[in-house]
């Protein structure tokens, strides 16, 4: 066999051996005493984000080659919302014929792009790990959360609070659930094993 040949097919094997090497965490949300939301409009856990923690030290991950979408829609942030991974590029259009801004003061990441008029809008790198607040300076009543994670493993329940996370790197972590109101997110330790899949419930408090 050629060296080509070899070099190709080593190169439809290399998927599947990384796959052989992840797993799949499966479980689901379940939010106590939550309180009604006021926009009629509410997707049920909308507000939760489930995510993975406690890589090992040293551990790091390409950042995005794509950047993400945080619009503001009839005067609102949409989604309320954003999970990213960090490094992350996030684009902040405008809707509205009107004139808006997006700024935060939020410890884990200060910026402020300015006010600008509808379009494309204007663009932000997050490369701090954390929760970002985020406002207008025009509408104060406007508001929305960007959770900066370590990695790309995380999602948002399905509108039954079921989620799915899969490729996992083998190995244990601490799985997470979290709700803007909550101070202190729930946690759980989990080990992922080759090709299983592990099923973790979590309750909102």
Same mark, same amino acid.
């Given at each position: 066999m ?7 097919? !080593? /190169?439809?094997?290399?998927p599947l051996?990384c ?7 499966e479980? =689901?949300i379940? #939010?106590?005493e939550?309180?009604?939301p ?5 997707v049920p856990?909308?507000? $939760? ?5 406690g ?11 794509q950047?993400?979408?945080?619009? =503001?829609?009839?005067? %609102?942030f949409?989604?309320?919302? !954003?999970?990213? &991974? ?6 902040f259009?405008? *809707?509205?014929?009107? /004139? ?5 003061v939020?410890r ?6 300015? %006010?600008?008029?509808?379009g ?7 490369t701090r790990?954390? =929760?970002v607040? $985020?406002?207008?300076?025009?509408? @104060? /009543?406007?508001?929305?959360?960007? !959770?900066?994670?370590p990695?790309?493993?995380?999602t948002?329940? *399905? ?12 190995g @244990?972590?601490? $799985?997470v659930?979290?709700? *803007? %109101? !909550?101070k202190?997110?729930? &946690?759980?330790? #989990?080990?992922v ?7 973790? *419930?979590?309750? #909102?408090?």
């Open positions: 050629s060296r080509a040949l070899i070099a190709l097919a !080593l /190169f439809a094997l290399a051996a796959a052989a090497d992840t797993g799949t965490i479980g =689901q379940a #939010i106590q939550a309180a009604p006021a926009d009629p409009a509410h856990f909308s507000d $939760v984000v489930v995510y993975l923690n890589f090992a030290p040293g551990t790091t991950f390409p950042p995005p080659t950047e993400v979408s945080l619009t =503001q829609r009839k005067k %609102r949409v989604p309320y919302i !954003l999970p990213i &991974q960090a490094g992350t590029t996030v684009r259009p405008n *809707d509205d014929d009107i /004139f808006h801004n997006v700024f935060s939020s884990d990441q200060q910026f402020n792009i300015g %006010r600008y008029p509808k494309p809008g204007k663009t932000h790198v997050f790990v954390g =929760q607040r $985020v406002f207008c300076d025009v509408h @104060s /009543f406007m508001k929305a959360h960007i !959770l900066v994670l990695s790309p493993h995380f948002q329940p *399905d509108r039954s609070g079921h989620f799915r996370l899969d490729g996992v790197p083998t @244990s972590y601490w $799985v659930s979290w709700h *803007d %109101r !909550l202190n997110p729930e &946690q759980k330790p #989990i080990t094993a080759a090709g299983q899949t592990v099923k973790v *419930d979590l309750t #909102i408090k």
